[in-house]
């Protein structure tokens, strides 16, 4: 299955230029609240996520509790990446121009992916290519919120509504054909703030050639 089973115009976005050029200005802030950040290391605990991960779409925060054993950031800028103090080694890789990450198969033991989903413009060929990199039963964890910056998000996003938002993730990992089960929870509680939604899987199992 590929990106086309969605309709024309769901991967467009109102700001179609290099997203090198978006992402050039550093911004250090965060971009949900203090409890939304605690729901995603609060999710991260209660999965075991300790190994070597890769964070996927990250910059100068990632919302873990305590460092994994070896955390290795993707992102679009240089000096947030060198800001983010638990950041065992880091790479700047724009996905929307080359979804293919430069990792070796198995690389990983985890890989998270923290309020960045909205702005894949080829979310399955990327998750595809993550199964490529996570070792036997390693897991692909997106997370995400009701926030984003409206002129990079994909207009299917833009669309519709967290419910729905869900449901997209899910297609995402259903159709790269790359995963088993997909779990989703919301992980705050009622009442103000931002909400955080979990979406993920674990690798399906490489065929036996046997």
Known sequence: MSDAVFPPGFFDRMDPTPDSQFYRPTRLVTHIDDRAITAVGALYAELAVHGEVLDLMTSWVSHFRSAPHRLVGLGMNTAELHANPMLAEHVVHDLNADPILPFADESFDDVT???????????????????????????????????????????????????????IVAAYFSGSAAFGPVRAELRTPPGTGDPLYAVWASRRPTPSNG
Not at 116 to 125: G, K, Q
Not at 132 to 137: A, E, K, N, Q
Request: charge should be positive; glycine fraction near 4%.
């Open 113 to 167: 992916c923290c309020v960045s989903v909205d702005y894949l413009i080829h979310p399955m060929t990327v998750f595809r290519d993550v199964a490529r990199v996570l070792r036997p039963s390693g897991r692909l964890i997106i997370t995400f919120s009701n926030r984003c910056f409206p002129t990079k998000a994909i207009q299917g996003w833009l669309d519709t509504d967290d419910e729905q938002h869900v449901k």
